[in-house]
């Protein structure tokens, strides 16, 4: 909820990105992100640390450089984007570190499965634009584990091991404006 003490900020989809990397063949990381992201990031008055932040990105513009992989991975063997159009995190509590760092305790929900995690958090910078609009930017990052959320396709490899490793690790690169009257 926004009151006269918050201030409600939008992430800009221009300027905003969800990055991950996962192991490949187990010696490598194919990295890859989201090209749509969007969501509502609430401020208070005296800082710039969020009180709340959710955000919604849209499954279906994962991009690996690999069109045949990123189809594989819209399928029902991972994110099953026809079924689960949308992953999306809602924060619970939001802890300051020190000026800078803080971390975001929420519930990440993908392909409808809704799992705990904690975001490692940080400011990137406040300013104006060029029209004199407010603008914040953040970073913050998490490692997941696939598995938790029901993402187990695989392949055993004949030398041992398996294609895709377990563990995601997540980046997300936002900058937000002030949200307009009515949006």
Same mark, same amino acid.
């Given at each position: 909820?926004?009151?006269?003490?918050?201030?409600? $900020?939008?992430?800009?989809?221009?300027?905003?990105?969800?990055?991950?990397?996962?192991?490949?063949?187990?010696?490598?990381?194919? %990295?890859?992100?989201?090209?749509?992201?969007?969501?509502?990031?609430?401020?208070?008055?005296e800082s710039i640390i969020?009180?709340?932040?959710?955000?919604?990105?849209?499954?279906?513009?994962?991009?690996?450089?690999?069109?045949?992989?990123?189809?594989?991975?819209?399928?029902?063997?991972?994110?099953?984007?026809?079924?689960?159009p949308s992953l999306r995190?809602?924060? #619970?509590?939001? %802890?300051?570190?020190?000026?800078?760092?803080? #971390?975001?305790?929420?519930?990440? #929900?993908? %392909?409808?499965?809704?799992r705990p995690v904690t975001?490692?958090?940080?400011?990137?910078?406040?300013?104006?634009?060029?029209?004199?609009?407010?603008?914040?930017? $953040? #970073?913050?990052?998490?490692?997941?584990? %696939?598995?938790?959320?029901?993402?187990? $396709?695989?392949?055993?490899?004949?030398?041992?091991?398996?294609?895709?490793?377990?563990?995601?690790?997540?980046?997300?690169?936002?900058?937000?404006?002030?949200?307009?009257?009515?949006?």
């Amino acid at each position: 909820m926004v009151t006269e003490s918050l201030r409600a $900020y939008s992430i800009d989809p221009t300027h905003s990105d969800v990055q991950f990397s996962v192991r490949h063949l187990m010696i490598s990381k194919v %990295r890859g992100h989201f090209k749509t992201v969007a969501g509502l990031i609430v401020l208070p008055l005296e800082s710039i640390i969020p009180t709340s932040v959710n955000v919604t990105i849209d499954a279906s513009t994962i991009e690996t450089r690999d069109p045949q992989r990123d189809a594989h991975l819209k399928s029902a063997d991972f994110l099953d984007v026809e079924k689960f159009p949308s992953l999306r995190f809602a924060s #619970e509590a939001v %802890r300051a570190i020190d000026a800078q760092d803080f #971390e975001v305790d929420g519930t990440l #929900e993908i %392909r409808g499965s809704q799992r705990p995690v904690t975001l490692k958090a940080s400011i990137d910078g406040s300013g104006k634009d060029p029209w004199g609009n407010d603008r914040v930017a $953040y #970073e913050a990052t998490v490692k997941i584990s %696939r598995k938790d959320w029901g993402l187990t $396709y695989n392949q055993v490899l004949e030398a041992g091991g398996v294609a895709i490793g377990d563990e995601i690790d997540i980046l997300i690169n936002v900058e937000a404006i002030p949200r307009t009257a009515g949006a």
